[in-house]
């Protein structure tokens, strides 16, 4: 186990994938997004809603937007983009590494405007996602990746989205000024340990930038169950495909 302040340290996937498939394997349709924010249910439905008020003005999603949600999970968002909003949008794709938790997503009812692919996140096919997309979301993922990874995945995204679309990424970030490697942590929550690599706000801008995006907008989530820690905090960037 160790905490890296500043000093760049590479993470092992094989140890987050097995984390998800297992999360993912003791849940439902109706349950994975617990799990893979390592919260119980009610918790779990509690920081998505405030995310929901929250967000959704920001993102601005209409009946013809497109929207890429690479490290879906469950399908959090596809559920409140095609099923919960009025009117919903027209089309959803969602990516995760996970197969069983594309597997519980596809579960979900969400009838034809919604698919699912098992893909990682650094090698994304943009030839079965395509192009166009007037929306991408990341939430929650690039701690789990490797600079270069993250690097790689904007860079898809900037491909997908069109010209003028909007990418809402949030992530947590460190508010101690240098970057933070967590290595085997344990959890009680989770009851297993986790790698995660909490970069900071400034990190992010410089990569969305550099892939074509103009922040337009980057703040703190306000709800209190997005800054339960010290050290770090939920932010979300809104960068505008240039
Ligand atoms: C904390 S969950 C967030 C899920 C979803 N974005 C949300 O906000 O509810 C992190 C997700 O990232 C996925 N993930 C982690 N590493 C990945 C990778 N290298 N490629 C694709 N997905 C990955 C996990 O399987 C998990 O679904």
């Not at 439902?28 to 003005?57: G, K, N």
């Not at 879906?72 to 919903?88: F, M, N, Q, S, Y």
């Not at 706000?201 to 800054?227: C, Q």
Request: proline share 4%; glycine share 8%.
């Amino acid at each position: 186990m160790a905490r890296v302040e500043g000093e760049t340290r590479e993470l092992d996937y094989s140890s987050t994938f097995r984390l998800f498939e297992k999360l993912a394997s003791n849940s439902t349709p109706s349950s994975s997004h617990a799990a893979t924010v390592f919260a119980d249910l009610d918790d779990a439905e509690h920081r998505h809603a405030a995310e929901i008020a929250e967000a959704m003005p920001i993102i601005a999603v209409g009946r013809s937007s497109r929207v890429v949600d690479i490290g879906c999970g469950g399908g959090r968002w596809a559920t409140t983009l095609v099923r919960e909003i009025d009117p919903p949008v027209a089309n959803y794709t969602g990516v995760d590494f996970s197969p069983t938790l594309i597997g519980l997503a596809r579960q979900l009812p969400l009838g034809g405007t919604a698919s699912f692919h098992v893909m990682s996140a650094d090698a994304l096919d943009l030839n079965v996602l395509g192009h166009g997309y007037t929306h991408a979301l990341v939430t929650a993922l690039c701690l789990y990746l490797n600079d270069s990874s993250v690097d790689a995945m904007i860079g898809s995204v900037s491909k997908l989205v069109r010209p003028d679309g909007r990418f809402y990424l949030r992530e947590p970030v460190s508010l101690t000024g240098t970057r933070l490697t967590l290595i085997d942590e344990f959890s009680e929550r989770i009851g297993d340990s986790y790698n995660a690599i909490y970069r900071t706000l400034e990190d992010y801008e410089a990569m969305m930038t550099r892939h074509g995006f103009d922040i337009e907008r980057s703040g703190f989530l306000s709800a209190p169950a997005f800054h339960r820690h010290a050290t770090t905090r939920h932010r979300y960037f809104l960068g505008i495909r240039r």
